[in-house]
């Protein structure tokens, strides 16, 4: 292994560990003091009124007003927005805490245990070698657009995740860095590349979807993948066909069903929902931000294993993706299946 590769890579680890710690650290604090305090964000209570929203037994003036105005049932409006009979919506508060408690904390977690789970491996094991040397043979293994295809869809969601992430967890780290006014800037133009490259990532998506679905049909070879935890215990590489049972599950679960979930869940939360009449309520722009961060961390944390592997993480496995060929060892050692189809 390079060794200077090796130090940069470990120092890089620690960092975003130190990082990731701090931050659900912080989230953490954020959280904690705000346990009991279910009171709605932003609203100056009057000193009579409980922290609940509720008027306070001393001064009982008034508390059906307050009881209708601090409740999720409609009132009566005569214009056609009904939801502007719910002057304070108290999902809102709960929609809050999920989002800067639940998924600022689990979803740091998560996204810690996978790039230190990551970083492990490469430090322990170091990259997958080939067991025989390279024949200098090439095989055809995607062509142009399959490629092209590839790297929009990769670019456009790096893009997605790193804006996104910014838009989760800025706050803890770029805001009190930058100021609020600089960080407010910064944080506009992240909105925007992330809201651009949305649909550009789902068009990839889908296209790629189209090019590659008949090859991540299940079929032989994903048995003994499975049962061999691909090629963990046993020693050998199981053979398999021009993907193996890990890279389907990253191409049906991780890049179909993840990606179309975090896809449709954002053009609600970007308000263009194609061919369907979407009603605009606070709630509905709530649960598709809860879906949409949530399935974007999932994703995330499988896109750094699919990202290791297709390129540090495993000799020649680039190659593919990079140029359209492989070398026939690699071919004949990870894809034996397909490689001796090709070869009849
Ligand atoms: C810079 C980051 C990335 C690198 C280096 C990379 C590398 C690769 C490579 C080398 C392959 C071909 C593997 C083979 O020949 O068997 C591949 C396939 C694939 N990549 Fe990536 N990739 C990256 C990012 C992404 C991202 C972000 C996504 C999804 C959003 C993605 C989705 C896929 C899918 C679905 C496949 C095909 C697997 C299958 O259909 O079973 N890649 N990638």
């Known amino acids: 292994m390079n060794r200077s590769f090796s130090s940069v890579s470990r120092s890089w680890a620690l960092a975003l560990g130190v990082s990731l710690s701090l931050l659900s650290g912080v989230c953490l604090a954020e959280r904690a003091p705000m346990q009991p305090l279910p009171s709605p964000s932003g609203i100056d209570f009057p000193k009579s009124a409980n922290a609940d929203g509720t008027q306070a037994q001393s001064q009982p003036a008034n508390p059906p007003i307050w009881n209708s105005a601090n409740s999720d049932p409609y009132n009566f409006v005569s214009i056609p927005d009904k939801e502007a009979s719910v002057l304070i919506q108290r999902a809102g508060e709960q929609w809050r805490l999920i989002r800067n408690g639940v998924i600022t904390v689990y979803g740091a977690w998560i996204l810690a245990i996978a790039f230190f789970g990551i970083a492990a491996l490469f430090i322990i094991k170091g990259p997958i070698k080939l067991h025989a040397p390279l024949s200098g043979q090439k095989v055809k293994r995607f062509n142009g657009f399959e490629r092209f295809t590839h790297w929009v869809m990769a670019a456009s969601f790096i893009g997605l995740a790193f804006t996104g992430l ?138 750094m294993g699919h990202i290791y592997i297709g390129s540090i993480g495993m000799q020649g496995s680039s190659d593919g993706m990079m140029t359209g060929y492989v070398d026939a060892t690699w071919a004949k050692e990870h894809h034996e299946i397909w490689y001796n189809k090709i070869n009849k």
């Open 166 to 303: 910014l838009i989760l967890y800025g706050k803890y780290f770029a805001m009190p860095l930058m100021g609020g006014v600089a960080y407010g800037s910064f944080l506009m133009v992240c909105k925007n590349i992330h809201n651009y490259s949305g649909p550009l990532f789902t068009l990839s998506v889908v296209i790629f979807f189209l090019l590659f679905a008949t090859r991540n049909i299940p079929g032989q070879g994903d048995l003994t993948w499975i049962k061999s935890f691909g090629g963990m215990f046993g020693g050998k590489h199981p053979p398999a066909g021009f993907f193996n049972f890990g890279e389907k599950i990253w191409f049906w679960f991780g890049m179909t069903f993840l990606g179309l979930i975090i896809s449709g869940s954002g053009f609600v939360l970007d308000m263009i929902v194609p061919f369907m009449q979407v009603e605009y309520l606070r709630g509905t722009m709530q649960l598709a931000n809860i879906v949409h961060s949530s399935a974007s961390i999932l994703m995330t944390a499988m896109a």
